[in-house]
């Protein structure tokens, strides 16, 4: 028996298929899902037959970043998909250790999961990357529980009253392949084939671009994300070790969410020395810090940044000190900046869930917002559902939103409003009719 026949099979497959069905950008249809058993079983020959060789993908989904600069993620094919998921998924649990303090790693088992039946009570995603993962309810969950630490934190006396926070300088895009793979294949013996494969797909993912020139570097931030964040975080496992020992010995608290990095001390110096070790260690992995995202902060000041007050408003549905929040953010945030992309969207699913916040000034503030392609652009499904079923009037200002949505080139939030329409067409035609009687 090969070691693919336990791995590549159409069971394994199924679910990921699905998915692809349903996602923004659905590259698999009804057919393709009738003809998967003939498909899996032609891909799982032409990998005993060593004919296996990934394709050039169906394109880039843009995402704005900001001012103009954009995340391409790729769309890949169903099979090159089904390779990379059914053998990082075989491997997870070797992949993934849990650190103190380290987020964003979660395990993955994809299932055929069960249709929601209301979207409104959907766990939302604060970043629109993660929209089509596996694992929603993990991640959210997962991201909740780091978002959490962090108020713990920042109300922590016995905690340093310094931070300073970074991330990964283009972090998917310079993992080195060839490094990744032998840790992996250090990590898992016996398995030689199967990361073999994972390597050669690594190498070769990308030929849209590089043709048939291997890459030495980077893995893809492809649709779903799951598989890609699952060797991401198992690259950085080294850099973890090293330096959670180096920061307890130095006094100093690390809290890791995927790639960006928060420190806790008594001193910015302090700190700074700090980042200069983790720069270092860093360095051994061929990657660096952000510098243009680095930033000193009080944990006063973090802590009103990140709007974390009210996040934790909203977690504990505390309706007055939400909209003291909401007052306090809108007022500092065109003086001293801030995560307003949370704030809006953790607003929307408040506003959405409880009408008594639906106040004057928190409903206004939510729609000027929205009213802005920035945040408009980075709702996902059922994010919109709640905005028109929050605001009313849905023909009008579906027509108004989607015309600017088209005033900008960027391929993913119109991929968004056509599967947003495609999901909730029956919904959407009949609160129209509600509302016009």
């Known amino acids: 028996m090969s070691a693919f026949d336990a791995i590549i099979t159409t069971k394994n497959a199924r679910p ?32 005993k037959q060593h004919k296996y060789i990934p394709s050039i993908g169906h394109g880039y989904l843009g995402y704005l970043k900001s001012a103009g600069c954009t995340r391409f993620v790729p769309i890949l094919t169903a099979e090159d998909m089904t390779v990379y998921y ?36 959907e766990d939302d995603i604060i970043d629109p990357y993660f929209r089509d993962t596996f694992s929603r309810r993990a991640w959210f969950k997962d991201w909740s529980q780091f978002t959490d630490l962090l108020i713990e934190t920042c109300n922590d006396s016995t905690v340093g009253n ?101 420190l806790f001390g008594k001193s910015r ?23 243009s995202k680095t930033r000193h902060f009080s944990k006063r000041e973090f802590k009103e940044y990140r709007a974390l007050s009210l996040l934790s408003a909203v977690s504990k549905k505390n309706i007055g000190a939400f909209d003291r929040e909401l ?23 408040l506003l959405s869930a409880e009408p008594r916040a639906r106040t004057l000034f928190s409903m206004n503030y939510l729609r000027e917002r929205l009213r802005e392609y920035e945040f408009l652009s980075g709702l996902n499904e059922s994010q919109l559902l709640k905005k028109y079923l929050l605001y009313g009037n ?32 029956a919904r959407l035609l009949k609160e129209a009719f509600l509302y016009l009687i």
């Open 162 to 262: 310094y931070v300073l926070v970074s991330d990964v300088a283009n972090f998917y895009d310079t993992i080195d392949i060839g490094r990744l793979i032998n840790n992996i294949r250090s990590k898992v013996p016996g398995n030689d084939e199967i990361v073999s494969l994972l390597g050669y797909f690594l190498n070769y993912w990308d030929r849209r671009i590089k043709g048939y020139s291997p890459s030495s570097k980077g893995i893809p931030q492809e649709i779903i994300s799951d598989a890609s964040r699952i060797v991401s975080n198992f690259y950085l496992n080294q850099f973890n070790r090293n330096f959670i020992e180096y920061c307890k010995s130095e006094g100093i608290l690390y809290l890791r969410w995927a790639d960006d990095i928060v």
């Open 16 to 47: 990921i298929w699905k998915k692809l069905s349903e996602s923004i950008v659905p590259i698999i249809g009804a057919k393709e899902l009738k003809e998967i058993v003939a498909s899996i079983d032609q891909l799982k020959s032409d990998i």
């Open 86 to 121: 059914l053998i990082v998924l075989a491997l997870q649990e070797y992949l993934i250790e849990d650190f103190e303090g380290v987020y964003g790693a979660y395990r993955s088992v994809p299932k055929l999961a069960k249709k929601v039946r209301d979207p409104e009570k």
């Open 327 to 349: 007052r306090r953010f809108s007022a500092r945030y065109p003086l001293k900046g801030g995560r307003i992309d949370t704030v809006v969207k953790a607003s929307l699913n």
């Open 269 to 291: 110096i302090h700190l700074e020395a700090t980042m200069h070790q983790a720069s270092r260690f860093l360095l051994n992995l061929g990657l660096n810090f952000n510098a």
């Open 394 to 425: 849905i023909g009008t200002e579906l027509k108004k939103d989607i015309e600017i949505i088209l005033r900008h080139p960027y391929a993913a939030p119109r991929a968004t409003f056509l599967s947003f329409i495609r999901k909730y067409r």
